[in-house]
C-alpha cells in the first residue's frame, strides 16, 4: 500500500540516519513513494483485494531486476551473464500466463482438500521463502492453520506434526535440491502425508515420490518462484471459495496497517 505505519517509520528512521531511500511500491502518490529519495512503480494494476497477489509477484520482479543491475555495476556478473538473466527475466511474462492453465488442477484440489485442519511447506533455499509465501496466502484466504519449515529442518523436531493424510505441499524448484528435497518427500510420505510437489515439468524423480505435482516451465532456478507462486495462490484462493468465504475481505485484515 505504500502506507503501512511500521514501513514508513522504518524509511524515516533510515533517512534520519542519512540513508538514500528506494520505494517499491505499487501506489503511485503513497507516503512511502513521496518521502523516499527515489521511487520505483511496479505498475501491477489495482489490487482490490486485502490479500496481495500480483503485486507481490512485481515486487519480486523488481528485486530481482535491481539485483541483476547491481552486479553489473559491480562487476559480479559479466555482461554475457546479465544478458541472460535479464532474458529469463523477460521470458517469465508468457511463462507466467503458462501457469494459470493449473487453475482446473488447483480447483481440484481445492475441493478436495478444503476441510484441512493444517497444511505445512517445505521447501529449500529460495524455495524455503517460497514455502512461507504460499502458507501465508492459504492462511490469508483460507483461515486454515499453516505453516512453512526449511526442508533441511524437518527431522529436528517439526516432523513429528506429521500424521496420516496430512497435507504437504512440497516446492521442489531447485534443480540442484531436487534430490535431497524428494528425500524430504519420502520422510513425509512414510509418516502417511499426503504429498502435493511443485516441480520442473518432466522431473522424473519428484514425480516418482510425490502423490501428485504441479509443473512449472522450465526456467532459470533463480527466478522459479516467479512462476510457482502463482498456483499457490490460485489453490488458497478456490480452497476459500469452496469454503464459502470472500476471498476479497478477509476476516480481521485490512489493506493497510496504520497502527504500529
Not at 489490487?47 to 528485486?63: D, G, H, N, P, R
Not at 559479466?78 to 511463462?95: C, F, N, Q, R
Not at 500466463?97 to 484441512?116: C, G, I, P, V, Y
Not at 528435497?181 to 518432466?202: D, L
Request: with cysteine; glycine share 6%; aromatic share 6%.
Amino acid at each position: 500500500s505504500g502506507q503501512t505505519a511500521d514501513t514508513i517509520e522504518a524509511m524515516r528512521e533510515a533517512k534520519r540516519r542519512g540513508a538514500k531511500t528506494l520505494a517499491i511500491t505499487n501506489v503511485v502518490g503513497s507516503t512511502v513513494s513521496i518521502e523516499a529519495d527515489a521511487v520505483l512503480h511496479t505498475r501491477a494494476g489495482v489490487e482490490i483485494a486485502v490479500a496481495s497477489t500480483k503485486a507481490y509477484i512485481t515486487q519480486l520482479m523488481a528485486l530481482y531486476m535491481i539485483a541483476l543491475e547491481l552486479g553489473r555495476i559491480n562487476g559480479v556478473l559479466s555482461e554475457d551473464k546479465y544478458s541472460y538473466y535479464l532474458g529469463e527475466l523477460e521470458g517469465m511474462s508468457e511463462k507466467s500466463k503458462l501457469m494459470l492453465n493449473t487453475k482446473e488442477q488447483m480447483q481440484k484440489l481445492a475441493s478436495e482438500r478444503f476441510m484441512e485442519k493444517s497444511v505445512f511447506y517445505i521447501g529449500r533455499g529460495v524455495d524455503n521463502a517460497l514455502a512461507m509465501e504460499a502458507s501465508l496466502k492459504l492462511q490469508e484466504f483460507s483461515y486454515i492453520h499453516s505453516e512453512a519449515y526449511a526442508s533441511g529442518e524437518l527431522k529436528h523436531g517439526t516432523i513429528a506434526l506429521i500424521e496420516d493424510d496430512t497435507l504437504v505441499v512440497a516446492l521442489a524448484t531447485q534443480k540442484s535440491l531436487i534430490e535431497k528435497t524428494a528425500s524430504n518427500i519420502q520422510e513425509v510420505k512414510a509418516r502417511g502425508a499426503y504429498v502435493v510437489a511443485v516441480c520442473p515439468e518432466g522431473d522424473a524423480l519428484v514425480e516418482k515420490v510425490a502423490d501428485s505435482t504441479v509443473e512449472i516451465p522450465r526456467c532459470e532456478d533463480l527466478f522459479a518462484p516467479i512462476l510457482a507462486v502463482i498456483p499457490m495462490q490460485l489453490f488458497a484462493y478456490y480452497v476459500s471459495l469452496a469454503k464459502g468465504y470472500d476471498v476479497g475481505k478477509p476476516r480481521n485484515l485490512a489493506k493497510t496497517v496504520t497502527v504500529e
